[in-house]
Structure formats: structure tokens, C-alpha cells
């Protein structure tokens, strides 16, 4: 993605203070930068590589931004920058694997506006609502909500309702996505490319502030969600024609030991058939919190085989704050 100082989006495609019904300068201050440093011998070092940058929403006035996690799981350390030229150290507080959020706090006064958080249930397809990025109006889209629709993602991660904008926002990791009143609906995840109204266009996928209300004390206090941990299978699979199909497994991981291949396809979870990935997560996860035996029926090269896969706590694996 290009850097921050060198690129902004049209005047057309910004939003301006005259047309809007809320305070934009406080929703753009708002937002901040997160740079995160990871060692090099962290687990998610190798997929999500080392020096992490994307955005982050304030959400309390005592200093705590919220971001989508993957930026700051296993940092070490963390650094915030405001529209302002501001530079602040942080510390991660917590990372959700369930939701995608994660937490962050400023070590110092940050000074800036609190988003208040909306309902997502109230909004609708079609709705205006604006991404916003950190560097002011410069890096503020408008946009539009496309669909409120299921998501499951290829490594172990299902959403029962996610957020697609049109258009994309090309530094949408932690982005801020907002409603009409200025309130955060959720924050960017991810870049996807799909038809709309009949035409190819990049979208983001945002996860729905809602998810956050129940957890958010738990992960405050504790830096965890409080809620059982999912089994988790160190395998990376998706949907093709009405069946799961393992793209790849992750090296001594769980699936890994129980010989699961890339390419194997997999028919069903302790006898329950299933056709796509979020069924098969569903399966999965119905099976018991982390560390359940998982009995999987796999096809490959014409056989069917079977095996036991002896599922993990995927935090287990990961680097924790000192904080916590």
C-alpha cells in the first residue's frame, strides 16, 4: 500500500464538513495511526510478518484505540501517531480471535475526540457511510454499505454477520467505518474483490462494532474475551463447489500431525457432512471448546480416509503482553 504522506483520495470522493450532520474534524482526529513491531521469532511472524502498520479508533477517553487485531498480536511494540504529528508509545491490551479486535492503550495523554459506537442492526444496504483513515480528510471515503452477510475466512475465522463498503479503502486494516450520525460501526479487515450490481469492484469487509459490547470488560481486565476458547486446527481451507478443500496447514500445527494434506477435501466432522467452510467451522467449534479430539472423514486422490485431529487453544501459541 502506498505511504501515507504521498497519496490522498479525490475532493469528489471525501466527505465535506458542509454535507455531513455530525462534527468531521472529531471523527477524523479520532483515528490515529498504529505501527506495531513483532519479533522475528513470533508464530504469526511468518504470515503477518514482523513491522505491521494500519489505524485505530479511540474509544475512551483514558487512551484505549481499537483496531483489528492482527496488526498488534505478539507485538512488542507499538507506536500511535495522530493527525496531529503526535507520537505516543502503546501497549497491546488484547487480541480476540473470535471477532478479529483488537485493543490497544496509549502510554501517555493522547487529547483526542472518543467515537461514540452505533447499533449495526439499524443499519441497512445502501446506507452512506464513510471509512476513515488516519491523516484527515485526505484519507476520509465516502462510501456505501453493499451488504450485512456471513463471512468465513480461510484460517479459522467465521463472522454470522460482517459489513461490506464499496468503495474499498486501500489502507483498511483498522480503519474507522462510520454512520451519518458520526458513530463507528466497526473497523476495517479486509480487501475483497466480488461482483456488484453486476460489475467486478474491490469492497472491504468490516467487523461490526457490536461484537465488542459483551467482551469488551473482560478484555480490558484480563486481555482475554472471557468466553470458552474454539478448537483450533492449524489448517487453512475454503469453499469450492459445495466442498471444503484444505488449502495449506500450518507447519507442526495440529492438522499437520494428524497428516492432513493441501488439496485433501474434507466430507465430514464426526460424522456430520458438510459443503462449506463455515459449515465445517460450525462442526468444528460444536465439538467442544479448544483441546476436543476432532474426528475428520477426508477424500484424497479417490480414497477416504479418516483421522483424529487433537485440537489446540490458538492463543496458547502466542506471545502475551506483559500487561496482562
Not at 200 to 212: A, G, K, W
Amino acid at each position: 500500500m502506498p505511504k501515507s504522506e504521498e497519496w490522498s483520495f479525490s475532493e469528489t470522493m471525501q466527505p465535506s464538513a458542509d454535507a455531513v450532520a455530525f462534527d468531521l474534524a472529531a471523527v477524523l482526529d479520532a483515528v490515529v495511526l498504529i505501527r506495531a513491531e513483532v519479533p522475528d521469532d513470533a508464530f504469526t511472524a511468518q504470515t503477518l510478518g514482523t513491522e505491521r502498520t494500519g489505524n485505530g479508533v479511540v474509544i475512551s477517553a483514558d487512551g484505549v484505540i481499537l483496531t483489528i487485531g492482527y496488526l498488534v498480536t505478539e507485538a512488542e511494540t507499538v507506536w500511535i501517531t495522530t493527525n496531529h504529528g503526535k507520537v505516543l508509545r502503546g501497549v497491546p491490551l488484547a487480541y480476540d480471535q473470535q471477532t478479529g479486535f483488537g485493543l490497544v492503550r496509549a502510554i501517555g495523554e493522547l487529547g483526542l475526540p472518543v467515537l461514540t459506537r452505533a447499533d449495526p442492526s439499524r443499519a441497512r444496504t445502501g446506507d452512506r457511510v464513510y471509512l476513515v483513515g488516519q491523516g484527515g480528510i485526505k484519507h476520509a471515503l465516502k462510501a456505501y454499505l453493499v451488504a450485512k452477510r456471513e463471512f468465513a475466512g480461510y484460517w479459522e475465522y467465521l463472522l454470522e454477520q460482517s459489513l461490506v463498503v464499496a468503495p474499498a479503502h486501500p489502507h483498511w486494516s483498522g480503519a474507522a467505518l462510520v454512520n451519518e450520525a458520526g458513530q463507528l460501526l466497526g473497523v476495517g479487515s479486509l480487501l475483497m474483490q466480488e461482483q456488484v450490481d453486476g460489475k467486478s469492484v474491490q469492497t472491504n469487509m468490516v467487523v461490526p462494532i457490536d461484537l465488542l459490547e459483551p467482551i469488551l470488560p473482560s478484555l480490558l481486565e484480563t486481555g482475554q474475551s472471557g468466553l470458552p476458547a474454539r478448537p483450533w486446527l492449524g489448517l487453512f481451507a475454503g469453499d469450492a463447489e459445495e466442498q471444503v478443500v484444505v488449502a495449506g496447514v500450518v507447519d507442526d500445527g495440529p492438522a499437520e500431525k494428524a497428516g492432513i494434506e493441501e488439496g485433501d477435501l474434507i466430507i465430514e466432522v464426526a460424522g456430520r457432512r458438510v459443503s462449506s467452510l463455515a459449515a465445517f467451522l460450525r462442526a468444528v467449534w460444536a465439538l467442544g471448546p479448544a483441546g476436543v479430539k476432532v474426528p475428520l472423514l477426508l477424500a484424497r486422490d479417490g480414497d477416504l480416509l479418516r483421522t483424529q485431529v487433537d485440537s489446540v487453544d490458538r492463543n496458547d501459541l502466542l506471545r502475551r503482553s506483559s500487561l496482562h
